[in-house]
């Protein structure tokens, strides 16, 4: 209980801001014409919701939660400890799981990329904010 006491909650919310931010020039125009092609759609055919923005907004909210409670129990302290954790959890858990879902689901190996991809970058950059805004 004390840990959960400790954390900076103020960077866990940054965090996951900046990670959710990071969703708009990479479904924008990195990759969103990329994205909507392997995801066999248009524009047109997608429709704007506030549904899927609070979802992800709240799930990257969890992600920013856990690794800072990886980061406090291991005492990672520096920018670059925290970016190696990042990838780590990235690649790891969330790219894995992502190929894991793919090879069932039939997903794309481009939809896996991209999606991954976001979720790696993300993870990266949650991993150095919390680490050196402890």
Request: glycine share 8%; charged share 10%; with cysteine.
């Amino acid at each position: 209980m004390e840990l959960l006491l400790d954390l900076n909650w103020w960077a866990i919310i940054v965090a996951s801001l900046v990670s959710f931010a990071i969703g708009w020039p990479w479904y924008g125009p990195l990759f969103g014409t990329a994205w909507l092609d392997a995801l066999g759609k248009t524009p047109d055919e997608i429709q704007p919701s506030p549904k899927p923005f609070i979802i992800s907004l709240v799930t990257t909210l969890i992600t920013a939660f856990v690794m800072a409670v990886i980061i406090a129990c291991l005492g990672i302290s520096t920018w670059f400890d925290g970016a190696v954790l990042g990838l780590a959890v990235g690649i790891g858990f969330i790219a894995a799981s992502n190929i894991s879902d793919a090879a069932f689901c039939g997903w794309s190996w481009k939809l896996v990329a991209i999606q991954s991809g976001y979720r790696v970058v993300y993870s990266i950059i949650m991993g150095i904010v919390l680490a050196i805004w402890q």
